[in-house]
């Protein structure tokens, strides 16, 4: 018997690790996933070494310049923004040329913004309208310096921003967000929605098969029709007429979701509580008098616990796949960030046009490794419920 | 005793009665004023109440329910929101791709499913079976949309041997062979996509049956009359397989069409679920309700085939007595 024990499983370090990462791994990264970081479609760092990286720098009254070491050709994108309460007369933000030319790009005030796009910025630094300004400010190699200069008082942050065209482990997306962060914040809602929606669709599902099973009669009949004529129809056409009815929330999706998948559970349920039902202790507590609410909740429950842990573990891929194809398919709140949704913005935006695949690839295998964690997990568990299962897949 | 063919159909006719209820319970709840994708807000209120009436929305809700079990039974699905056309006319170019993308991915699926399955039991512990295990544990797991992705990603955008999107190239090829060729074309990345995700839940499947089914006695007694393998194989466990095999069928039908709708969306293709997708993006009841109710009778049409061929495969079903399969 080889890997009985749970700390053994991969899926279970696995799931230890994406939960980890689903609580603390906004710390992370300095910025919250839906901001701006670096220019759309911004390849992972590790992918193509002669681009430049996206090189960013703050200045404060603190550390009034920074030097950024530069060995590459021209980034995409100069900016610069000053983020103050008040202007600075007097004060001006400096840019030092390794060489030693000094360029001024602007006096320092409240919200003043350069790009080296701008028209009246080039004009400023005496360039042609049609010239980059991002490649005449970084023409050499060497080590350049911002600062602020000039004398007087002044509070606030002076940003600096060069996209190169590489950020971060995944890149950026259509909008300039950082997969990784995406990526990250994705997990939370995965494992939330899969999980709450296997929670209530087991609690739902245990209490409609354990009444079927031990009541019988016309409940039972109406209750396993009702199951037969839901496990006959597409699944997915109903949620998506329900999502756009209910509204894209998360809630809503989770609500949806446990909805339409407790049939299985309610299934499994009856069968055991069936077999059990007439089993002689079953009976003599029947017989001395116990009430059926009690028999159901204090020996037919915890008979079925067990069973319902590895159904409940199980069950989580489906819901966790079906959340997914929802937002894939474009039906859910557009602000939450998902797995699902990511993939839904790769298709639409970039991932074709802009051949951007790293868009395409972390939410995938996400989910397809989350999913296989909890598939793995849910047949550790049945495989200590019942041991003859030993021996299937993926043990 | 009811015949087991009446009680077939009968369940049948109970699941499209529930999909009607549920499709007219659900599309009316649709969010937003219907008539306010396709009239301008600055319209009369004269002209808003004649095209309410003209799209039957001012009647009671029976009434309205009434006509539309109706209406739905004579595929009279009304006038879509959005194109102003009918939406049986929308549809009807749709539903012979659905069908064309159903019908193949399945059949190839369950074919290489069983074969790899039988392949897998008969060796057990080689390479295929390790094959098998994974590649039924990976299609329970592996997000379908994403793996369509991937493919059409690296066969369509970075190695353009596949198109990327819709059912036949713009413009169409003149010529009839041409055409079949070019709509092939189009098809094919889909269907091997889903065969590709649909192979390994039936393999599996087929190999824990056979595993059981080669360890009964009739097995051992076949095998010690001396019988070929092969003749093993095929008359004594294949036709034990089979009605097994038509049951697992029936059980994945409604879930192959939700992969449909999705096949369809992410390679654009001209059916029926990507028009209920459009649909339901666009608060176009009329059709919206009538992909669902066509997705559904497609679901419901092909459980009734297959339950029925349940009964001529395992004579013990049709013979039953009372309720239960």
């Not at chain 2, 095929?234 to 999705?262: D, E, K, W």
């Amino acid at each position: 018997m080889r890997r009985r024990t749970l700390t053994r499983r991969w899926s279970f370090w696995c799931l230890v690790l994406l939960a980890a990462l689903a609580l603390f791994g906004g710390r992370l990264f300095s910025a919250p996933p839906d901001a701006e970081v670096a220019a759309p479609f911004s390849k992972p760092f590790w992918l193509d070494r002669s681009l430049p990286p996206t090189v960013t720098a703050d200045l404060t009254p603190d550390a009034p310049s920074a030097e950024i070491p530069w060995s590459w050709g021209a980034p995409s994108r100069f900016f610069v923004a000053a983020d103050m309460v008040a202007d600075a007369p007097g004060r001006t933000i400096l840019w030092t040329k390794p060489g030693g030319r000094t360029v001024e790009i602007a006096p320092l005030k409240k919200g003043v913004e350069r790009d080296g796009r701008d028209m009246a910025f080039k004009r400023a630094l005496g360039l042609p309208p049609f010239a980059d300004g991002a490649a005449s400010l970084l023409d050499e190699r060497g080590t350049y310096r911002l600062s602020v200069d000039g004398q007087g008082p002044w509070e606030g942050t002076v940003r600096l921003r060069l996209d190169g065209g590489r950020w971060g482990l995944f890149g950026t997306d259509q909008r300039g967000r950082d997969i990784a962060a995406l990526f990250v914040a994705g997990i939370r809602v995965s494992l939330l929605v899969g999980i709450m929606a296997t929670l209530i669709a087991t609690a739902l599902g245990t209490t409609v098969g354990l009444a079927a099973g031990y009541l019988g009669g016309w409940f039972d009949s109406a209750a396993m029709r009702l199951v037969d004529l839901l496990l006959s129809i597409p699944m997915l056409p109903i949620l998506m007429a329900l999502a756009a009815i209910w509204g894209k929330g998360l809630w809503q999706l989770v609500l949806i979701l446990s909805i339409f998948s407790w049939m299985g559970t309610a299934r499994t349920v009856r069968a055991m509580t069936l077999s059990l039902r007439d089993t002689a202790y079953i009976e003599d507590l029947r017989g001395i008098g116990a009430p059926t609410a009690y028999i159901l909740r204090r020996h037919l429950l915890p008979e079925t616990l067990p069973l319902l842990l590895a159904t409940m573990t199980l069950g989580v891929p489906g819901a966790i796949l079906s959340e997914a194809g929802l937002s894939f398919l474009g039906l859910s709140d557009p602000r939450v960030i998902s797995w699902g949704r990511m993939l839904h913005e790769a298709q639409t935006f970039g991932t074709f046009t802009a051949g951007a695949w790293w868009m395409l690839l972390p939410p995938g295998l996400g989910i397809a490794v989350l999913c296989l964690a909890f598939l793995d997990m849910g047949k550790y568990l049945e495989e200590r419920t019942d041991p003859r299962l030993r021996g299937g897949a993926l043990s | 005793m009811r015949s087991y063919w009446a009680r077939r159909v009968g369940s049948s006719v109970l699941i499209l009665a529930l999909v009607l209820v549920l499709n007219f319970v659900l599309f009316r709840m649709m969010p937003g004023d219907p008539v306010a994708s396709i009239v301008d807000p600055k319209f009369s209120p004269e002209a808003k109440a004649r095209l309410m009436e003209v799209y039957g929305l001012d009647k009671p809700m029976l009434t309205q329910f009434a006509l539309y079990v109706k209406s739905s039974l004579s595929f009279d699905f009304g006038i879509s929101f959005l194109t102003g056309r009918p939406v049986a006319d929308e549809l009807r170019s749709r539903v012979p791709n659905t069908v064309a993308l159903l019908g193949s991915s399945l059949l190839l699926s369950a074919l290489l499913g069983t074969w790899l399955g039988i392949q897998a039991a008969r060796k057990r512990g080689g390479a295929l079976e390790r094959l098998v295990l994974w590649g039924g544990a990976l299609s329970y797991s592996f997000p379908s949309f994403f793996f369509q992705l991937m493919l059409l990603m690296v066969f369509a955008a970075a190695i353009p041997i596949f198109p990327l999107r819709g059912s036949l190239s713009v413009p169409p090829p003149l010529g009839g062979a041409a055409l079949f060729l070019d709509y092939v074309w189009h098809l094919a990345l889909p269907v091997l996509s889903q065969v590709l995700l649909g192979f390994g839940g039936w393999a599996l499947y087929v190999r824990n049956l056979m595993v059981k089914i080669l360890g009964e006695d009739f097995i051992l007694m076949a095998r010690g009359r001396g019988l070929p393998e092969r003749r093993v194989l095929r008359g004594h466990a294949f036709r034990m397989l089979l009605p097994p095999l038509l049951t697992i069928l029936l059980l994945s039908l409604p879930g192959v069409v939700s992969g449909a709708v999705l096949t369809e969306t992410v390679f654009s293709l001209h059916g029926v679920g990507r028009f209920l997708m459009e649909a339901v993006t666009g608060h176009d009841y009329p059709a919206a309700g009538a992909s669902f109710f066509l997705l559904a009778l497609l679901t419901v049409a092909s459980t009734l085939a297959s339950d029925l061929l349940y009964g001529v495969t395992d004579p013990r079903v049709r013979l039953e007595r009372g309720r239960g399969r």
